[in-house]
């Protein structure tokens, strides 16, 4: 009886890496993006990760979080305007927050995860991994520079980073 507890607490703390693919069994759909290929064509495209700014749209930064980094490492944005991110993983679950903020994203294989967040004001902000993702987890870790909306240049069609330090 013990083991069928601690089997179900286990489960139970981990629905998010099993209820997309039951999901997706019981319902025949298919996965949004496929981990092993995402970086050959498709959003997740490696020239079309980090910021963009697209026409009609807020700005939109793509990241992918794999053991143990996220790509791109550094992305800058506006102050006082709506960032969408959007974020998959090319192999485990990961779950990207920003430090100093409520912004929480998690990123799971096969899918993608969008949240948009405005930042308040221009600042520096540590970008860690805060799901347990492996032996190199604690290294883990993206940086989100925030600068003052006219200071950001970036036209439509361009993609952007800050790169790394």
């Known amino acids: 009886m013990g083991i069928l507890l601690l089997g179900v607490a286990v489960f139970a703390t981990r629905y998010y890496e099993v209820d997309l693919p039951v999901w997706r069994f019981f319902t025949g ?23 963009a700014q697209e026409p009609n749209q807020p700005v939109t930064v793509r990241l992918i979080a794999q053991q143990y980094l996220f790509v791109p490492q550094c992305v800058q944005v506006p102050a006082g305007v709506p960032v969408r991110f959007r974020v998959t993983s090319a192999d485990v679950v990961h779950s990207l927050t920003v430090a100093g903020t409520n912004f929480q994203l998690k ?4 899918a993608v995860d969008e949240k948009t967040f405005e930042f308040a004001a221009p600042g520096e902000h540590a970008m860690p991994c805060r799901e347990f993702c492996g032996a190199g987890h604690y290294a883990m870790r993206a940086r ?9 240049h970036l036209q439509a069609g361009e993609r952007g980073s800050c790169g790394p330090r």
Request: cysteine-free; charged content about 20%; overall charge negative.
């Open 29 to 51: 759909e298919r996965a949004a993006v496929d981990p092993l290929t995402l970086h050959l064509d498709g959003e997740f495209v490696e020239s079309n990760l980090g910021v």
């Open 107 to 110: 990123a799971v294989p096969g």
């Open 144 to 152: 989100v520079i925030v600068v003052p909306k006219e200071q950001f």
